[in-house]
């Protein structure tokens, strides 16, 4: 049975039993700051198991059942086994006070063993009298009268408890299907509410959700090894090994699994950057490259695999062969990007390995230096990285709260014209520079502003008269300066610059200098004040450029 006749035979089932059938969400949460991604089909859902929206008005029934795209990316370092991905459809059925445990049982024995014809190796319920939650005899007592010969194990919180996704939300004990010893579907009784406080407070209304990773029911369907052999996968492994001049498949795995997260990202209007959702996809994307180049595929290969990829989900989600040419771009540059910042750290690489600045102004992961490190025999150190790390981040954090509240306690009109220049400033550096600039610090007085940034070359005379000349332009046009305050993630998804290891508030103000957020020049999360418009600002140069630390440039500039 291929993949498509099983997710139709899967929303057929639940159909047929008072399930509405809804799109798979997008891969980039709506509403829902607790987490980067979509990581679950419930996801979607949590309005209705919360009691804040009402199943039935949108939906024909209590009932609802999907297909869900999901990422998880925190078994990043496993990939390359059999049963690990990045992403994965998840099939899900789900009822918001419907029904409850005895019929959500019963329709997942029915499907595995009737509608697909599998054989259950055992299930699992949940006990653990230290958790304080009362063990789930009922579910096995459901599972008994359906088959008296099943093995049922119990299992403790770490195995049979789900969620909450994120910090607080929805969770409840869970029952799981196994088969073959591989756990294939979760069975989620929500009967709780997680708070941030750590409480587990009953949900008025209980809820059922499940997950079944469709990949892993494809092993057992298709009776293959691993997800890498099913239909899903197989034409770009056997794409990759026709490529290949030096073929081994756990390169070419960790190449299939994170090119195929990357194109569903992108399709969902994730672009690679240094924050967030952009550098979780910038990490696949180099980690996919480092790949392809131990496999010897020749540079641009994975650009080519994109449409091995979209032929696959040709009928599923035809939005990836709409989106063929912005894939195909958007992986493209960043391979070439990568391929120079590489090149530059690999210089640096040579001369000492020291994993912080390789991050900090290369942008290599750890585990990228640690590779390095390994081809030429050496270890690195992870704990002094971490220190380093950590001493960082909070420097970052005393700057951003420089940067945000007391940096500008002097609101003099002339320190307020600088703090509108640093915005330009900051613009204009990623410009002419590239994105692996970030800011590392700022300081203003009415004499000048000084500009801290992660660079790793000596900025060239024509460089800075580039700078300067897009700072002067931006302030010969006198474009109007204003903020909206919107949540944290709105803020995000307006792509406005902010410091990537700082925590903000809910609700932040993002500043724009241009006609509109959406064609604005810059944008940056900041508490203010500025300039009304750029036009008072008067004639903007750079008096010194010059390293602070290893990979670190300052600039110093006045306004005349
Ligand atoms: N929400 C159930 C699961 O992800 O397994």
Redesign the pocket.
Known sequence: MESKEVRDKFLAFFKAREHTAVPSASLVPENDPSVLFT?????QFKPYYVGAKKADQDFDSLNAVSVQK?VRTSDIDEIGDDTHLTFFE?L?NFSFGGYWKEEAIKYAYEFITRELGLIIDYVSVFRDEASGIPADTESADIWHRLDPTLKIKEHNKDDNF??P?GEEGPCGP?TEIYINGVEVW???FNEYYKSRDGNYEPLKTKGI?????LERLLVQIQNKNNVFETDLFEPVIEQIKSLSKNYDSKSARIVADHLRTAIFMIADSVTPSNTDRGYILRRLLRRAVRFADKLALSVGSLTDLVEVVENIYDQIYPELKTENSKLKTEIQNEESKFRETLAKGLKEFEKGIDPFILFTTYGFPFELTRELAAEQGKNVDEADFKTKLGDHQSRSRSNAEQKFTGGLADHSEVVIKYHTATHLLNQALHEVLGEGVEQRGSNITAERLRFDFSHGAKLTDEEKQKIEQIVNEKIEANLPVNFVILSKVEAEKTGARHLFDEKYGDEVKVYYIGESLNTAYSKEFCGGPHVEHTGVLGTFKIIKEEAVAAGIRRIKAVLQ
């Open positions: 990581t679950a089909g419930m996801q999901c998840m899900g789900w969620g996704t869970t979760n069975i989620v959700d499940t997950g079944m990773g």
